[in-house]
């Protein structure tokens, strides 16, 4: 079956779409990439998905004007990716705005997980005539879950396994972990694992567009943390904070780690030289997969021999750098190296979650989210009349 995958992360940076053929058993798919395209979000439209998902307060006809702005774009998308219709169903991951895990407590404190993916489904599959699978969380969530990391499962049957434990590591807007257990030996039938291990590109892309004045938006090449100096002592004391000593599963984005996040840190390092700022944010990133890894045999779980990087922040050199440096004793290479594009990872994931929701095939870990059951994951929207 080929299939459209459609996805834009917390970067909100614009829209990645594959198209992807899928055959045979769910768990080790045959797959092949036909096609890609990325669509970049126009700055302005940029700026208002960032400024609705950082809380600022928008009038409902604001917001309904931004859901279909952004289903529009999908759909341009989507057209660039399969001009000729090839796709016979498409997996829209949509818009995420805020994600609130669930939160213990007793009676009233306690809160059900919910997350917001901003996404008119029915006009996105009015618009492309193909049935669109979305809202890939909520039965995860709806089961007590985190409603993510989803990849895992996925990044499993994407990959493959090897003769060890293998990470996989997103660099999107958040940084996210997949452990996939190796292929022969006594940890073969182990789940997979996997959880949200703090920021990657969100604070570093919020300082450079803070200190650009809106010019720029990310740090191209990691020209400006190259010429900047890492204030280590500032960043050892960010690796202390609650979350990144939480165990899993977790998952998390902008609402922790976004605007309001940043000026805190840029408060403690005023008086730094902005690049002095990046660099340090370019660091904190890779530290926080770095500290990770190193907390895995104190919480009884194996440490892998290879991290795999995915997701555009594997096209910042010295974030890949800073990940080598500091995640000792491991080989570190894109997932390009392994056949699985860095760039069209995410979108074919949720190409093969669709795929998955066809077949009627669990598409999330209990593992990984804590959810109290696997599940089928998304809604189906057909076009209008069908």
């Known amino acids: 079956m080929r299939v459209l995958g459609l996805m834009s992360g917390t970067s909100a940076d614009g829209v990645d779409a594959v198209l992807a053929h899928f055959e045979g058993p769910p768990t080790h798919p045959r797959w092949h990439l036909l096609r890609s395209a990325s669509l970049a979000y126009p700055a302005e439209l940029h700026r208002r998905i960032v400024s609705a998902g950082q809380g600022h307060p928008h009038s409902a006809a604001a917001l309904l004007d931004l859901a279909e702005d952004i289903t529009e774009h999908q759909a341009a998308a989507a057209r660039a990716c399969d001009p000729d219709g090839q796709a ?103 789940p997979v694992l996997g959880w949200d291990c703090g920021p990657a590109n969100t604070l570093i892309d919020l300082a450079v567009e803070h200190f650009s004045e809106g010019r720029e938006h990310v740090d191209r090449d990691g020209r400006r943390a190259a010429a900047g100096h890492i204030q280590d002592s500032l960043l050892n004391r960010w690796l202390q904070e609650p979350y990144l000593h939480q165990p899993p599963p977790k998952s998390t984005g902008r609402e922790l780690f976004g605007r309001q996040d940043l000026q805190r840190r840029l408060m403690e390092l005023e008086g730094r030289h902005p690049d002095d700022c990046i660099a340090t944010l370019t660091a904190f990133s890779a530290a926080v997969v770095a500290q990770d890894l190193d907390q895995l045999t104190d919480r009884g779980l194996p440490r892998p021999f290879e991290l795999v990087v995915a997701g555009g922040g594997s096209n910042n050199p010295v974030l890949m750098n800073e990940l080598q440096r500091r995640c000792r004793g491991l080989r570190v290479r894109r997932s390009d190296d392994l056949g699985l594009p860095a760039e069209s990872r ?28 696997a599940s089928v994951l998304g809604v189906l929207a057909q076009p209008p009349g069908v």
């Open 88 to 190: 016979a169903v498409v997996g829209c991951h949509g818009q995420t705005l805020w994600h609130r895990p669930p939160q213990a407590g007793k009676g009233d404190a306690a809160k059900r997980g919910t997350s917001w993916q901003m996404l008119q489904a029915p006009l996105l599959a009015h618009l492309l005539q193909r049935p669109v699978v979305h809202d890939f969380r909520a039965a995860d969530l709806a089961l007590g879950g985190q409603g993510a990391p989803l990849v895992p499962m996925a990044d499993a049957a994407l990959l493959g396994a090897a003769s060890g434990w293998r990470a996989l590591l997103n660099l999107g807007g958040i940084a996210n972990l997949t452990l996939i257990p190796p292929g022969t030996g006594p940890d073969r039938h182990s």
């Open 346 to 373: 995410e979108a074919l994931v949720f190409a093969l979650l669709a795929w998955w929701h066809q077949r009627g095939h669990c598409g999330n870990a209990p593992a990984v989210t804590g959810a109290s059951r």
